[in-house]
Structure formats: C-alpha cells, structure tokens
C-alpha cells in the first residue's frame, strides 16, 4: 500500500500547524539525537527518503553536502519543501519510497525520517538503499518507536480525571498494519518489533553502529512543555548504520 495522507486537505493543515512543522528541525525532539548520529555531510551525496518540507536536506546543504535529492510521495509536501529552498543543488522528486530506484553506489548518505514506518516492506527497502550507497556510505534513520506503535489507538491509558496513568502496550508480536487517527482517519502505519526493525537492516548486508530511544533535552522541554510526558516512554526509534566497504 503506498499511501498518500499528506496530500488530504485536513491532514495537511494540521500538519502545517505542528511545532516541528513551523519551527522545523529545533522543534524536533528528537532532532539533537538524529544530528549526532549523522556523519559528516561536507562532500556527499546525500538522499532524503520522506523529506516532506525539506528540513533534512537543506540542512545537509548548510553542512557542505555537494548534492541532495529529497523524495516524497505527497504533492504538497513537495511544493512546500520548493518553496522554501532556493538552492540547485537540492533537488525534490515525486515517488513512493517504495518505487525509488537508483543507479548502484550513486549516494554517500541515505538519510529517512519518520517516513518508513509507511511502508509495508522494510526489508526491499532496506536492500534498495544498500544498493544505492557507496561502500562505506551511511544510512541513518528514524521511525516511531515499535512500543509507541504496537496498539492501534496510540494514546495514553487515562485515570478517572482525565490523567495520564500509562502508556499501554498490547499485540506487540502481531506485527503488521495498524490504522489509526493522527490528524485525520484511517492512516496506515506498520508495526514491526525492535528486532524486525535491526534485522531488516542487517539483512540487507547493513553493520548497525548505533541505536537511540531519544527522549526530549531539557532546553527542549524548556521551550516545549507540552513535551514532558515524552520521556515516559520511546516516542522514536533512531538507527545509524553502514554499508561495509569492500574487503
């Protein structure tokens, strides 16, 4: 399934009015973590998986990267993410994670962000972003974490005033679609476990060399307090690994 939510008029303005959305990647909780775990961009080729508004490739621009090529499924998305880049060294493309293929060894960097938890098979992706990078390239991601995704509803277990008691997790092992409502109805995630997550990565001849359950910084709960139930439980779940060089 290769769907396109972000193009629905609601979705997309609710999307538009989130914190990460108007602020961009200083908004993104995450955001400090993911950055730690990317190498250096100065010289690379770098491709955005899901780039949305364009943040990460914009950013690996004012890193020295010497091109960037940013794909997302969803129209608005990109025209938003050409709105806001005035450099041609950045290029934005139509397709479905899913359809990307590109020549062998032709990217130093694949960088996905929030985007692969859409897609039904993680393991052909995973194999095609192998393929695409350069011995010795980095493939660093980001999804919603599986305990977060593990239940459709996605929400907290409430007391009798309305409080947060705790963060459920049910059919964690029933690995597969989960339709839930984030800003609109029936948008399709996938859930897979940490495990299936790693393997999908080691499988396509990837070597992991880091993993993090960031929680939000403290000058981020500063600015966002809305943000303090965050580290109650892995909202994110970030992976750096790396396509081996040649023997």
Sequence with gaps: MKQNKYDDPAFFAGYGAMARSVDG?????????????LPDLSGKRVLDLGCGYGWHCRYARAQGARA?????LSEKMLARAAAMTDDPAIEYRRAAIEDVDLPPESFDVVLSSLAL??????????RQIQRCL??????????EHPVFTARAAQDWHYGPDGER???????????????????????????RTVAS???????AGLRIDR????????????RHPEMRDESRRPIFLLVATVKPSAP
């Design 211 to 222: 993993v993090a359950e960031p929680a939000p910084s403290p000058e981020m709960l500063a």
């Design 165 to 191: 008691l705790h963060w459920p997790v049910d059919d964690y092992q029933s690995e597969g679609e989960r339709h839930v409502r984030w800003m609109v109805d029936d948008v399709v995630k996938y859930h």
């Design 134 to 143: 350069v011995p010795g390239g980095a493939f660093v991601l980001s999804v």
């Design 68 to 72: 960037v090529l940013g794909i997302d």
């Design 197 to 203: 997550i790693l393997n999908a990565l080691i499988d």
């Design 25 to 37: 990647l200083e908004a993104a909780g995450e955001w400090p973590v993911l950055r730690a775990m």
């Design 117 to 126: 938890h859409y897609v039904e098979r993680l393991d052909l992706t995973c």
